[in-house]
């Protein structure tokens, strides 16, 4: 069992940055991928970024390529999502997601568990 607490959330002017953290407590977050998710008001969840367990390998939505960085600090068993140059469109929930054996990174039927979120606002 692991537990996920999203944080860093918060309202911004657009062209500005966030950085969110995932932190784990419980199991080894390390033995899990992570993907973060977000969901804005009256669309589906979709997929924004990955990260495998060893961070050798990150995946990204293309709507946030070149924006937006995952990274992973196995010491603080922390996942961290920095959001840079940020549009209005990327106002939503952001949810961090684990996952034991994810081969897939963009569906999120293949995490086992995921935090409670945290509201991102980009003001116009």
């Known amino acids: 069992q692991v537990q996920l607490v999203e944080s860093g959330g918060g309202l911004v002017q657009a062209g500005g940055s966030l950085r969110l953290s995932c932190a784990a407590s419980?199991?080894?977050?390390?033995?899990?991928?992570v993907g973060w998710f977000r969901q804005a008001p009256g669309k589906e969840r979709e997929f924004v970024a990955g990260?495998?367990?060893?961070?050798?390998?990150?995946y990204y939505a293309d709507s946030v390529k070149g924006r937006f960085t995952i990274s992973r600090d196995s010491a603080k068993n922390t996942v961290y999502l920095q959001m840079n140059s940020l549009k209005p469109e990327d106002t939503a929930v952001y949810y961090c997601a684990g996952g034991v054996a994810v081969r897939a990174y963009g569906s999120s039927t293949e995490y086992n568990y995921w935090g409670q979120g945290t509201q991102v606002t980009v003001s116009s």
């Open positions: 419980g199991r080894t977050f390390s033995s899990y991928a």
């Open positions: 990260i495998s367990r060893t961070a050798g390998y990150t």
